[in-house]
């Protein structure tokens, strides 16, 4: 990534954060984004819709096939979780184009969180 493109995502992630991307802080909040897919789509106790996308980059130096992906062209990838109105919760970028959504997810802070227990997500029910 060229360092124009680098600092404009920053500067633009620095902005918006605040506004656009609210990670749930405690249960109520992860209750309340569980009630609105339930209340929208009848989807009981679902805490975020996630998923991946590919954004075709030029080979990085050095990486050999790592950023080449299934689609047999390079790529960075991005997952992101919304609520139930489509505002962004969780957003993990920049991994390799041959890693799948699955992969991604398994190595985040968000996978990481909840494995330890550091994100306070509901009990079961």
Same mark, same amino acid.
């Given at each position: $990534? +060229?360092?124009? $493109?680098?600092?404009? &995502?920053?500067?633009?992630?620095?902005?918006?954060?605040?506004?656009?991307?609210?990670? =749930?802080?405690?249960?109520?909040?992860?209750? &309340?984004?569980?009630?609105?897919?339930?209340?929208?789509?009848?989807?009981? @106790?679902?805490?975020?819709?996630?998923?991946?996308?590919?954004?075709?980059?030029?080979? =990085? !130096? @050095?990486?050999?096939?790592?950023?080449? @992906?299934?689609?047999?062209?390079?790529? +960075?990838? %991005?997952? &992101?979780?919304?609520?139930? @109105?489509?505002?962004?919760?969780?957003?993990? +970028?920049?991994?390799?184009?041959?890693?799948?959504? &699955?992969?991604?997810?398994?190595?985040?802070?968000?996978?990481?969180?909840?494995?330890? !227990?550091?994100?306070? %997500?509901?009990? =079961?029910?």
């Amino acid at each position: $990534m +060229s360092g124009v $493109m680098f600092e404009t &995502a920053i500067a633009i992630y620095d902005k918006l954060t605040s506004t656009c991307l609210k990670f =749930p802080a405690s249960a109520e909040e992860w209750k &309340a984004i569980a009630g609105g897919f339930w209340e929208k789509w009848h989807f009981p @106790n679902c805490l975020g819709a996630i998923d991946g996308k590919h954004f075709k980059v030029h080979c =990085p !130096r @050095n990486t050999g096939s790592q950023y080449f @992906n299934y689609k047999q062209q390079f790529s +960075s990838l %991005v997952l &992101a979780m919304c609520d139930s @109105n489509y505002i962004f919760t969780y957003i993990e +970028s920049g991994s390799a184009g041959r890693e799948g959504d &699955a992969g991604v997810f398994s190595h985040s802070a968000l996978y990481a969180g909840l494995e330890s !227990r550091l994100v306070k %997500v509901l009990e =079961p029910s």
